[in-house]
C-alpha cells in the first residue's frame, strides 16, 4: 500500500504522540488519496480488505470494488451504438468524437501528447426519441444536509459517464451514473461507509506558520491552529453536526497575483511546513517570502489576542502584486516574440 499521510510532517507528528488510523480511516484515506490513479486505490483497497479483520470494512470494499469494476465495463460497452465517446480538454473543449472507447482512448493519448495537456473521456447519449429526453439526475443534494433533487430529470447534455486520464493516458476517476441500483449500495451519502468518512485526528500546528499544499505547490500561511481545530472538534460533537472527509480542514491564506490574502480550506494530511525557498535573481520569489513572513507574524499574534504591524502585511502584499505585474507583461512580450518568430519560420535557441 502507498502511504496515506503524504504530509511528513504530520507523518511525524502522529509519530512523535503514538497516534495511529483504524483500517476503516485508512480505507478513507487511501480512497481519497490525492494524486493516485484509480488503479492504484483500488489495488490498495484490495489489499486493505485481505488484511483486515473488520468484517463490515472488508464488506464495504469489496462492494466498492464491484461497483467499480462493472462502472468501468459498462462504460467501455457501446454495443448499441446509442452512445458517442467524446474527448475534450479539462477547459470542457470538445477536441473528437468516437463510436468506440479504444478509439477515443487512442486518439486521446495522442492528442495530449501533442498538446501537453489531460484529457478526459465524456460518454454522451446520442438522443433519438422521446424516452431519451428523460435521463438520471448526475446532480444529486446530499440528504444529510437535507437537500435531495428527483433522480430523473428532462436531458440537458450532461454526459452519462466519464473518466479522467493522466498525460499517458491512465485513468485517475471513473465517474458513472449509469448503474442506479449498484450506486445505491455504495453511496457516499450514508453515514456508515468508508469512502467519505470524516476523521477525527490531531493537528499540532499554529496560527501563522507557513505552509506548502503538496497538491500542487502553492504556499499558504496557517490562519488557525491546534486550539481552534480541537474547539472545531468538540463543536461538531456537541451540536451533532454532519460531517464527512470535505469537513477535515483548515483555513489557510494565500497570496493572489492581484495582492490579496485570500483564504482557502485545506486538509491539514496535505499540507508540509515550509517557508518558500530562496531563488537567486527572482524578485517575484522574493517578495513572496516577504509578503508571507509578514502575513505569518501578523497571524501568530493574532491569535493571541494581539494585533502585529498590519501595515507590513498591507506593504509587501502590495509590493508582490507590483512583481506579479511586471513578470506578467514580461511573459506576455516574451510570448509574443516567440509568436512573431515561428510565424516567420525562425527557431528560437
Not at 200 to 229: F, H, N
Amino acid at each position: 500500500m502507498f502511504e496515506i499521510v503524504p504530509s511528513q510532517w504530520m507523518k511525524k507528528c502522529f509519530e512523535e504522540i503514538d497516534f495511529a488510523f483504524t483500517d476503516f480511516q485508512k480505507a478513507t484515506l487511501v480512497w481519497n488519496a490525492p494524486g493516485k490513479l484509480r488503479k492504484e486505490i483500488l489495488d490498495a483497497l484490495e489489499d486493505l480488505s485481505k488484511e483486515t479483520g473488520n468484517q463490515n470494512l472488508k464488506r464495504q470494499i469489496n462492494e466498492r470494488l464491484d461497483y467499480e469494476k462493472k462502472a468501468l465495463k459498462i462504460f467501455i460497452y457501446n454495443q448499441s451504438g446509442k452512445y458517442v465517446y467524446v474527448v475534450e480538454n479539462m477547459e470542457y473543449e470538445s477536441c473528437g468524437f468516437f463510436v468506440d472507447y479504444d478509439r477515443a482512448l487512442k486518439y486521446a493519448k495522442k492528442y495530449m501528447q501533442t498538446y501537453e495537456l489531460k484529457c478526459r473521456i465524456n460518454k454522451q447519449l446520442i438522443v433519438a426519441n422521446d424516452e431519451d429526453e428523460i435521463v438520471r439526475n448526475p446532480w444529486r443534494g446530499n440528504p444529510n444536509l437535507g437537500f435531495e433533487n428527483e433522480e430523473y430529470c428532462a436531458y440537458n447534455g450532461d454526459a452519462v459517464a466519464s473518466v479522467t486520464l493522466n498525460m499517458y493516458g491512465e485513468i485517475e476517476r471513473v465517474c458513472s451514473y449509469e448503474l442506479p441500483e449498484e450506486e445505491k449500495i455504495v453511496d457516499g451519502y450514508k453515514v456508515g461507509r468508508f469512502e467519505y468518512h470524516f476523521i477525527k485526528m490531531p493537528c499540532p500546528l499554529q496560527a501563522g506558520t507557513p505552509v506548502k499544499d503538496i497538491r500542487d505547490g502553492s504556499y499558504y500561511i496557517l490562519g488557525e491552529g491546534e486550539e481552534e481545530w480541537n474547539r472545531y472538534l468538540e463543536r461538531i460533537e456537541e451540536k451533532k453536526w454532519y460531517v464527512d472527509f470535505s469537513d477535515i480542514q483548515m483555513m489557510c491564506y494565500g497570496l493572489t497575483e492581484s495582492g490579496i490574502w485570500s483564504h482557502e480550506h485545506i486538509n491539514p494530511l496535505y499540507i508540509e511546513v515550509e517557508f518558500p525557498t530562496y531563488i537567486e535573481d527572482d524578485p517575484k520569489r522574493q517578495a513572496l517570502r516577504y509578503a508571507m513572513e509578514a502575513m505569518g507574524d501578523y497571524l501568530s499574534h493574532k491569535s493571541n489576542g494581539k494585533e502585529f504591524c498590519p501595515d507590513l502585511v498591507l506593504k509587501y502584499a502590495r509590493k508582490y502584486a507590483g512583481r506579479s505585474q511586471k513578470a506578467r507583461r514580461y511573459y506576455a512580450v516574451d510570448v509574443r516574440i516567440k509568436r512573431n518568430f515561428i510565424e516567420y519560420g525562425d527557431c528560437i535557441l
